[in-house]
């Protein structure tokens, strides 16, 4: 069924094994050596209690990973390795894999209405265009896009949710953490996360902040609150006023938090709001102001002065944008661009219906007919 391999057909086999170097867990328990890395799997007097071991704790920290090892996808605030360079740095791994022109080539897809949820990142993938491109390929894979009763959607809600049995799969702006991949294993099945897309983050002020850019550095300590002056940057004499959601909110916020302010948190001064909407409203009309958001949710905006990034403490901004007012791929592609992650869609490995579904979705979305949508949609194409 094309790349996602339905763990129902697996029933049958051994099960999979753990690579102790590298860590990749769905090599398949006949194989004599790793498929990612080619360490040899087993020891000649068989394999030693202590590596089973090591394989149920990876199996219980990390999660099974299909698609591409977390390592290689969280790693810095940049992790925009593109499908090609991944398969051309695993070929044994991938040799396997089929991705498909269009989506009504897509097999296996099952029919039914399924509930999905999650990021509010991806909802140009809810778009009419696509969920009438997934209805015309395949009429009989419902989809119904479902919030949570109580609080804002977002990636972490997704999750609960997902954690729970409300959703059959579901969207996410952020990685895993090891946390859910432990909560899922007490819950008898394993989630997977499957990137479709690249992103990248815009920090956006008010039209009249006028300094040339920021690096990475200098954005830390204005969301930390060590710089509250637009002086202090190169600017006119002003106070900064950052604007956020708050971090229970996950997904953007979450990989903000992480990446750029290195899990320190937000300072006093930020004010906190619902959603990027309010954000670009805010900083529109608040003089000093600055916020931050999904590309493609800022690309359009004409009220907001979009800033170039440099990493680290440097000086060579970057603009997310190209001059012709799309998303700049090369840029998100290459890394150049300060920041940049992953989209992912999270699958439920559970042997039924919803595992069925959440592969189906994202062979779809990875099928060429499904990047260039993507593509449309704002973000990056994956392959």
Same mark, same amino acid.
């Given at each position: 069924m094309g790349y996602l391999h339905q763990s129902t057909t697996m029933n049958t086999q051994k099960a999979a094994v753990r690579c102790s170097k590298c860590g990749y867990n769905n090599n398949p328990g006949t194989a004599a050596a790793c498929l990612v890395c080619g360490k040899p799997l087993r020891e000649k007097a068989g394999v030693p209690l202590r590596v089973w071991w090591i394989a149920v704790a990876g199996l219980l920290a990390g999660g099974g990973i299909l698609f591409a090892l977390r390592a290689g996808l969280d790693e810095g605030v940049n992790?925009?390795?593109?499908?090609?360079?991944?398969?051309?740095?695993?070929?044994?791994?991938?040799?396997?894999?089929?991705?498909?022109?269009?989506?009504?080539?897509?097999?296996?897809?099952?029919?039914?209405?399924?509930?999905?949820? $999650? +990021?509010?990142?991806?909802?140009?993938?809810?778009? =009419?265009?696509? /969920? *009438?491109?997934?209805?015309?390929?395949? #009429?009989?894979?419902?989809?119904?896009?479902?919030d949570p009763i109580d609080g804002d959607? $977002? +990636?972490?809600?997704?999750?609960?949710?997902?954690? =729970?049995?409300? /959703? *059959?799969?579901?969207?996410?702006?952020? #990685?895993?953490?090891?946390?859910?991949f432990v909560r899922a294993a007490a819950r008898g099945f394993k989630l997977e996360q499957l990137p479709i897309a690249i992103d990248g983050i815009a920090v956006f002020v008010h039209p009249e902040v006028a300094v040339e850019g920021l690096n990475i550095g200098q954005l830390r300590d204005i969301f930390t609150g060590k710089?509250?002056?637009?002086?202090?940057?190169?600017?006119?004499?002003?106070?900064?006023?950052?604007f956020s959601r708050n971090l229970r909110d996950g997904g953007t916020v979450d990989f903000f938090n992480e990446n750029v302010l290195r899990s320190r948190g937000f300072g006093p001064r930020v004010r906190a709001i619902r959603d990027t909407t309010e954000a670009l409203r805010n900083v529109a009309s608040t003089p000093g102001g600055i916020g931050y958001a999904s590309a493609p949710e800022v690309i359009s905006q004409r009220t907001v002065r979009t800033l170039p990034l440099a990493k680290g403490d440097g000086r060579q901004y970057?603009?997310?944008?190209s001059d012709l007012g799309t998303v700049d791929a090369g840029a998100f592609r290459s890394g150049t661009y300060p920041i940049t992650r992953r989209l992912f869609i999270l699958v439920r490995r559970d042997d039924g219906l919803d595992e069925q579904a959440g592969a189906a979705y994202t062979n779809l979305l990875l099928s060429g007919q499904g990047q260039r949508l993507v593509e449309q949609a704002g973000f990056v194409a994956i392959r």
């Open positions: 992790a925009s390795t593109p499908l090609a360079a991944q398969i051309d740095r695993y070929p044994s791994r991938f040799e396997r894999i089929r991705l498909y022109r269009t989506m009504a080539e897509v097999p296996d897809v099952p029919s039914g209405l399924f509930n999905y949820g $999650g +990021s509010t990142t991806l909802a140009p993938l809810r778009s =009419r265009v696509i /969920l *009438s491109a997934l209805a015309a390929a395949h #009429p009989g894979f419902g989809l119904r896009y479902i959607p $977002g +990636s972490g809600a997704g999750i609960a949710m997902l954690l =729970r049995g409300e /959703l *059959s799969f579901s969207q996410s702006s952020r #990685p895993l953490k090891d946390s859910e710089i509250t002056n637009w002086r202090q940057v190169g600017g006119a004499d002003l106070p900064i006023v950052p970057v603009k997310p944008f």
